[in-house]
C-alpha cells in the first residue's frame, strides 16, 4: 500500500499533471491580450466533410466572431455525404460575404480539400483550422499585431489546448519558441498555425498521401524554406482543439503517426533513421548517424573517477584535465567534456558526436540520471536570478516530462558540461571556456555559440549517470559575471514557454500576468 501511494505521489508532481490541474484557475486569472487594430488580412482555410451539425457551426461561429474584421473563411467541402453541410455552408455564405465555398465531387482527403480551400484564399497569410475545433475570439487579431510588429515573418504558430465534451478547456500545451531539433520528434507547431502565403505556394500546398499528418509535413518543409529569424511562436492559446474519438487523428492514430515518420523521413533525405521513440511511440526519434570512417573523439576526463568507457566507438583519445585547460592539445574532431558520470546506456558517444557534427549546432548534451536512474539533467532554463535553472531535477525515471520533454531530442539554451560534446574548431573558435564565468562556463559557452547562430541541442539518447549528487553551482563571482555579461539574454529563454515557471525543481504554471498592450 505504501509503494502505491509514492507510486501516486510521483505521478502527481510530474509537470503535466500539474498544468492541466491549475489550468482552469489560470483561464479564470489571465485577461486576454489587447491588440491594437490592424489591416492585415488572413485567410482561414478549413476543410470539412461530414462534420456534425452543432461542431461545425461552432467552428464557423468562432471564426465569424474575431475582434480582427479583416478576415475571410476558405471552406472546402470534401464531398459531404449528410446533406445539413451542404446547406450550413450556403447559410453562412449568405449571411457573410467574406466566407468562400468549394465542393469537390469526389473525395480526396484532407490535404487535397485543404488545397481546394488555400485556392480560395486571397490574403498575404494563411491560416489552417480544422472543421470540429474552434478559435479563441483574439485568434486572428493576436496574429495580425504581431506580422504588423515584425512584417518579415514568413510563419507563426500559438499555443493550444482542448476542449472536451462537457464544453471546457483543458490540456494546454504551452510551446516553447522555434526548436528544430523536438520538431524532427513531435509537430509542436500544430495549432494554430499562420503562414506567409507565398511560401505555401513555393512549396505547392500540402502534400498528399500523409493525411492526418499533412500539417507536420508543411512544417518541416517550411523550415527548409525560411530561416528561423522568419518564424514566430506566438504565447497565447488561441486555439481549442476538440476532444473526440471520431476525430481523424484519434481514429486513425496508428496511420497518422505512420504518416508522421514518412513525412519526418522525407524530410531528413536519408541523414538519420526514423523510429517510434521508445518511451512515447507517438513520436519519433531521428536517429543521426556517425560517418562510416568514425572521426577522431577526445574525451576529456575532468572526474575523480574511472573515465567512462563505450565499447561501441572505438576511435578516440582521452586527456584528463580540467575542462578548460588541455583542450588545444585534443586532437579529435569532436570534444566530448566529461565530469563524474559513467555510462547509462551503452553507445552513448555516438549520438552526441552524430548531433554534434550536424550544420547549425554548436554543442550537444546528454540526459544525466542518477544512481536510480532519475532524470538530473534535460537541459539549462535561463533565469534572470538565478542564471539557469535545471529543467528535471530527480524527476523520475518514466515521467515523460511536460509533453514528452524529457524523451524528445531538443534544442535548448545550453547544456551540462558533464557531458557535453563539440566539434574541436567550433570550441576553438568560440575561444573555448571563460574562466570568468566559473562554474557557469557551460552556459557561458552555449550563450556565446547562440551570437553564431549555433544551437545547443539536448540528446536523450546519450544517457550517462551521475556518480554523485549535482548541486547546483555555488559560484557568487561566477554568477556575478553572468548576469552582468548576459542580462537581457537571461530574462527570457526562448525554448521555455514564458507561461510556465520552475519552482522548487517543479514546472508549473507563471502566475496570470497584468494586461499588456500590444505594440
Known sequence: MLERLRGVLKRRRRPEGVIARSYAQWRRQAPTTKTKASPIDISVV????????????????????????????????????????????AEAAAADARLKIVRLERSGGIAKASNAALCLASSDFVAFMDHDDTLAP?????????????????????DEDQLDA??????????????????????????????RRTLLLDLGGFREGIDGSQDYDLALRAATLTPARRIRHVPDVLYHWRQSP?????ARAAACQEAARRALADHLQGHATVRPNDVLPQWSDAVFRVPDRQPLVSVIF??????????????????TA???????????????????????????????????????????????????????HAGYVLDAEEVALTLAPHSDAEDPGYRGHFFLMRTVSAVSVQCLAIRRDIFLDAGGFDPRAGAYADIDLALRLAEKNLRSVWVPLARVRA????????????????????????????????????????????PAVPERQMA
Open 46 to 89: 478549413m476543410p470539412v466533410c461530414d462534420t456534425p451539425e452543432p461542431v461545425l457551426r461552432e467552428a464557423i461561429e468562432s471564426v465569424m466572431a474575431q475582434t480582427h474584421q479583416a478576415w475571410e473563411l476558405c471552406i472546402a467541402d470534401d464531398a459531404s455525404t449528410q446533406p445539413h453541410v451542404r446547406h450550413m455552408l
Open 166 to 195: 462537457a464544453g471546457n478547456f483543458v490540456n494546454p500545451y504551452f510551446k516553447p519558441g522555434w526548436n528544430p531539433d523536438l520538431l524532427l520528434g513531435q509537430n509542436f507547431v500544430c495549432h494554430l498555425a499562420c503562414y
Open 467 to 510: 556518480r554523485a549528487r549535482m548541486p547546483f553551482p555555488d559560484d557568487p563571482q561566477g554568477a556575478a559575471y553572468m548576469r552582468e555579461r548576459w542580462h537581457d539574454v537571461l530574462a527570457t529563454d526562448r525554448y521555455f514557454s514564458p507561461h510556465l515557471r520552475i519552482r522548487n525543481g517543479q514546472v508549473g504554471l507563471r
Open 322 to 376: 580540467k575542462p578548460w585547460s588541455n583542450a588545444e592539445l585534443a586532437r579529435g574532431a569532436v570534444l566530448i567534456f566529461v565530469g563524474n558520470v559513467t555510462v547509462n546506456a551503452p553507445g552513448w558517444i555516438s549520438p552526441l558526436v552524430a548531433n554534434a557534427l550536424r550544420p547549425g549546432v554548436g554543442c550537444a548534451g546528454a540526459r544525466i540520471d542518477d544512481a536510480h536512474g532519475r532524470i538530473l
Open 246 to 250: 471520431k476525430s481523424y487523428s484519434a
Open 302 to 319: 575532468s572526474g575523480s573517477h574511472r573515465v567512462p568507457r563505450d565499447l561501441t566507438y572505438k576511435n578516440i583519445e582521452i586527456l
Open 138 to 158: 483574439h485568434a486572428l487579431a493576436r496574429i495580425a499585431a504581431e506580422l504588423a510588429a515584425n512584417p518579415d515573418l514568413d510563419m507563426l504558430f500559438s
